[in-house]
């Protein structure tokens, strides 16, 4: 357990407040590395148990939270991060970030007409119903790690709207907070840029946007 290393770490460190020599600098140097290794093996145990049941993998879940980051546009939709406020869904757990996907036509595997995505912006409160799975990536050798990433930025599911279930509703269009400020604020520049340099007209757009 991460409290029993960060403990015996600092145990360590107390001799180090009046001796000098060789011997009790080893075992500060011990103890700096047992306490660094019992905050990781913390921070990872609060990460890993923040988790999507696999008994809620592929299943309809009412939420309501805030659009966590700039949302991105690809060719059958929008991306974006999504930080859980409330599950409105009885008995339904599902972790406190997650990746959706809200497309305009069909989800995949799915057959039938979708609505497509308004407008979405960064700091907005919706209230979705969406159908998750546990993140996985690709294991081929010296490839990009999708999986790794997701964990490292907090997002312990991924998904996609089911505007066909239940129509989603924007419950308010800004939710204050220093983060969701700074993405609103990035999300206006990415704008900016779009309307002042159309993609038709000026191929490297993309470029600078980036």
Do not use: H
Request: hydrophobic share 50%.
């Amino acid at each position: 357990p991460g409290g029993a290393w960060a403990g015996a770490g600092l145990l360590l460190l107390v001799p180090l407040a009046r001796r000098q020599s060789w011997p009790w600098r080893a075992l500060a140097l011990a103890g700096c590395l047992a306490a660094g290794f019992g905050w990781a093996a913390w921070r990872a145990e609060l990460r890993l148990a923040d988790e999507l049941p696999a008994a809620w993998e592929g299943r309809d879940v009412e939420v309501v939270g805030v659009v966590a980051a700039l949302p991105q546009d690809f060719s059958r939709g929008s991306r974006f991060e999504f930080d859980v406020e409330t599950i409105l869904t009885a008995g339904a757990v599902v972790p406190d970030r997650l990746m959706l996907s809200w497309y305009r036509g069909p989800a995949p595997g799915e057959v039938g007409e979708a609505e497509a995505p308004p407008g979405i912006r960064a700091g907005e409160r919706w209230r979705f119903t969406v159908r998750l799975k546990k993140p996985r990536g690709n294991a081929n050798p010296q490839a990009f790690d999708y999986e790794a990433w997701l964990l490292e930025r907090g997002i312990r599911a991924t998904g996609y709207v089911r505007s066909r279930i239940a129509a989603p509703q924007r419950l308010a269009p800004l939710v204050w907070g220093f983060a969701y400020g700074v993405e609103r604020l990035r999300q206006a520049v990415r704008d900016r840029f779009l309307t002042v340099l159309p993609e038709a007209e000026f191929p490297y757009a993309g470029v600078l946007v980036a």
